[in-house]
């Protein structure tokens, strides 16, 4: 027996049912595959054109507009949390649209990571934090909230930043839960793609140590730039520990807890406080 299109040395060619010749099939030709460096550079491309890469060339926008207003920087504001809509269903509809994207810029980071065989637990990121990471991202938030909020005084004495309001968002209901989650979603998105997933790819395209904790740094200020220079700054010092912190510790749940730690007491704490005490603007 011979497959069909295959004929036997000095035998008859196989006919197809209407008396045509079977003509033998060509062997398909395999596809060279694409070198994995360039795959990596162009998902590096392609994952902060569509996430915070694209979010610091808008805040760089953003900056350049506002320092051609005829107002100093420190006369401007800008708003962390605001509203999306005038109805408050609606609003809040378009306040977990934005958590969900977050959560799922950090979950697209994530994914590449175990779809290129690296196991989330190999960048840190077990099933679920312990009493350790608690501790240490409890400590973290209070290293870099803190000076972090000096700089954004100093910052804003010296006419070098805006005036930043962490929530306008109405007075209802839902308005402390969507703030907490809001911090969540910052700290998921950006400690997954900035550190998790950024160092790795890097580290793995040849980058040594401190290029890609410097490129990390730059793109987590950059995407800042919006609250003007000092806040350039606050979160280049920020990325630069929280990274260093990773290389050394390989652990990321603390960098997830102390950012969300940082976000939560600017938001929820504004939140509360505004309008009863005389410093907050």
Do not use: C, K
Not at 195 to 213: D, E, K, S, V
Request: hydrophobic share 50%.
């Amino acid at each position: 027996m011979t497959e069909p299109g295959v004929t036997e040395p000095g035998g008859p060619p196989d006919v197809a049912p209407g008396g045509q010749p079977i003509q033998p099939v060509q062997p398909v030709q395999p596809v060279q595959p694409v070198q994995p460096v360039r795959l990596l550079r162009v998902e590096l491309l392609v994952v902060f054109a569509i996430t915070l890469g694209l979010s610091a060339v808008r805040s760089l926008l953003s900056l350049l507009e506002s320092l051609l207003a005829p107002e100093p920087l420190s006369e401007q504001s800008v708003a962390l949390n605001a509203p999306a809509a005038r109805a408050d269903l609606i609003d809040l509809g378009f306040q977990l649209t934005r958590v969900l994207q977050l959560f799922a810029w950090g979950g697209l980071g994530a994914y590449l990571l175990v779809r290129g065989g690296i196991m989330l637990r190999d960048v840190g990121l077990r099933r679920r934090p312990d009493g350790r990471d608690v501790a240490y991202g409890a400590a973290l938030a209070a290293v870099i909230g803190i000076p972090g909020l000096g700089l954004y005084l100093v910052a804003l004495a010296l006419g070098a930043n805006l005036t930043v309001l962490p929530t306008v968002l109405n007075d209802t209901w839902w308005r402390l839960p969507v703030l907490v989650m809001a911090a969540a979603a910052n700290a998921w998105a950006e400690e997954l793609l900035m550190i998790g997933y950024l160092l790795t790819r890097l580290r793995q395209l040849g980058y040594g140590r401190y290029a890609a904790l410097l490129i990390s740094a730059v793109l987590r200020g950059g995407y800042h730039l919006y609250q003007g220079f000092g806040g350039f700054a606050g979160n280049l010092v920020m990325g630069v520990i929280f990274g260093w912190v990773w290389q050394r510790t390989s652990r990321l749940w603390p960098l997830v807890i102390a950012h969300t730690l940082i976000d939560v007491v600017a938001f929820v704490g504004y939140a509360v406080l505004h309008g009863r005490v005389h410093w907050l603007p």
